[in-house]
């Protein structure tokens, strides 16, 4: 059932695309793109989509290019039939994580363009849109940063924002699939590292059901 919700979602999410338009998919090698990636080889050809994948190596880690080698073999395996590694240079402009987010989306945006004008697949989930909300009530922002990440801007695509987060596990548990696990994901250095401890936090505290709210919110 849970690979099935994941299927749907990227069906529906492709659904108003030109059949014949290139989809990638931007893979990390970790359990939501990994879960995407997996998900996207058995619907895009479907509905005649030629597809590949895109996995940006930050080079922000010792062995960051074993980890991307891992994530293209596995993308190929998949059945991806275009997959390529990015290696870009990440500045310091605006900290940490906004100059390796600006890095990749800069990497993501001219490789799309260089493959026909492709649009590009992210793993976000429902607990990312959470965090999103969260940080956004954090800064006193306004509606439209409240309103988080869009499913859909420009030709970046986000089919899984309304599923939860334990679901990319599931699949790739299903597909027998080994997700790499981000040391950065437990650093608390990182604002949104401390977001999902927060959020983590008031599910124990306020119950069930704080993680979907927030996502509700945002649109």
């Known amino acids: 059932a849970t690979v099935a919700a994941a299927r749907v979602a990227v069906r529906e ?12 998919v931007a893979c990390s090698g970790g359990p939501d793109s990994l879960a995407l990636a997996a998900v996207t080889a058995w619907e895009a050809p479907r509905l005649g989509h030629p597809t590949g994948a895109l996995v940006v190596d930050h080079g922000l880690q ?9 994530a293209a073999e596995q993308c190929r395996a998949l059945g991806l039939s275009s997959v390529q590694v990015l290696r ?17 989306y800069a ?14 697949l992210l ?7 959470a965090e999103q909300v969260l940080l956004g009530l954090a800064r006193g922002s306004g509606a439209r940063s409240l309103s988080g990440m869009p499913r859909r801007r420009g030709r970046f695509l986000r089919p899984f924002l309304a599923l939860p987060g334990s679901t990319t596990r599931e699949v790739c548990a299903a597909e027998g699939l080994t997700p790499w696990e981000d040391p950065h994901n ?9 977001a999902r401890r927060l959020l983590d936090r008031l599910e124990h505290e306020l119950g069930p059901g704080v993680v979907a709210g927030l996502a509700r919110s945002a649109g």
């Open 123 to 129: 793993g976000h989930t429902q607990k990312d849109q």
């Open 107 to 120: 990497a993501l945006e001219q490789a799309a363009e260089a493959s026909g004008s492709a649009y590009v």
């Open 186 to 194: 437990a650093d608390p250095t990182y604002r949104r590292v401390r």
């Open 13 to 24: 999410c492709l659904a108003g695309l030109p059949s014949d338009v290139p989809v990638l």
């Open 88 to 104: 870009v240079q990440v500045g310091s402009e605006g900290g940490p994580e906004s100059a390796a987010r600006d890095a990749r």
């Open 62 to 70: 010792d062995g960051s290019e074993e980890v991307a080698a891992r």
